[in-house]
C-alpha cells in the first residue's frame, strides 16, 4: 500500500463517526439502502447529475481483507459494512465517473467529494472531524490554486 493511501485510512480510521456503532450497518441489503438513499436523492444528483445513468452495484467483499471500488462497483467486506466506509468507496465511484478516470485514486478530487457527502449525509459535525483528521495526516483536499 502506498504512503498516502495510508496516511487516508490513519485519518479516517480516528474520527468517531468511523467506530460510531450507529454507523455499522453490518448486512449488504442495509448497505444497499442505505446507499440508495444517498444516490437516489436529489440532492445527489443534481450535484453529480452523471451519476443519474450509473448503476452503483455491490459485492459482497466476504473472505477479503479490503474495501474496494470500480467505477460501478463497490466490494464490502464485513468490517467495511459501515457508513463512512461506504462514502469512502462511493467518494472513488463519484470521482471517476465525474471528474476522469484518470485522477489518482485518493487525490484531492477525491477527498474533497468524500468531504462533501459526509458532510450531507452524516453531518456537519463528522464532516468537521473529519477535515482536521485530514490535515493532521497532511491529505489534501483543496483545489490547487
Ligand atoms: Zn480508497
Given amino acids: 500500500?502506498?504512503?498516502?493511501?495510508?496516511?487516508?485510512?490513519?485519518?479516517?480510521?480516528?474520527?468517531?463517526?468511523?467506530?460510531?456503532?450507529?454507523?455499522?450497518?453490518?448486512?449488504l441489503a442495509a448497505v444497499e439502502r442505505f446507499l440508495g438513499h444517498?444516490?437516489?436523492?436529489?440532492?445527489?444528483?443534481e450535484r453529480w447529475p452523471v451519476?443519474?445513468?450509473?448503476?452503483v452495484k455491490l459485492h459482497?467483499?466476504?473472505g477479503s481483507?479490503?474495501?474496494?471500488a470500480s467505477p460501478n462497483v463497490i466490494s464490502l467486506p464485513?468490517?467495511?459494512?459501515?457508513?463512512?466506509v461506504v462514502?469512502?468507496?462511493l467518494a472513488h465511484v463519484v470521482t471517476w465517473q465525474c471528474y476522469g478516470k484518470d485522477r489518482p485514486a485518493h487525490g484531492r478530487t477525491f477527498a474533497r467529494v468524500y468531504l462533501r457527502l459526509v458532510r450531507h449525509?452524516?453531518?456537519?459535525?463528522?464532516a468537521r472531524e473529519l477535515r482536521w483528521a485530514f490535515r493532521r495526516h497532511r491529505i489534501r483536499f483543496q483545489r490547487r490554486k
Fill in 1 to 27: 500500500m502506498d504512503k498516502h493511501a495510508e496516511r487516508l485510512y490513519l485519518a479516517e480510521n480516528s474520527v468517531f463517526s468511523f467506530r460510531d456503532p450507529r454507523n455499522y450497518l453490518g448486512t
Fill in 38 to 45: 444517498v444516490v437516489n436523492s436529489a440532492w445527489f444528483l
Fill in 51 to 55: 451519476m443519474e445513468d450509473v448503476e
Fill in 60 to 62: 459482497d467483499g466476504r
Fill in 65 to 68: 481483507q479490503t474495501a474496494w
Fill in 78 to 84: 464485513r468490517w467495511a459494512r459501515r457508513k463512512l
Fill in 87 to 89: 462514502l469512502h468507496e
Fill in 121 to 126: 449525509v452524516l453531518g456537519q459535525e463528522a
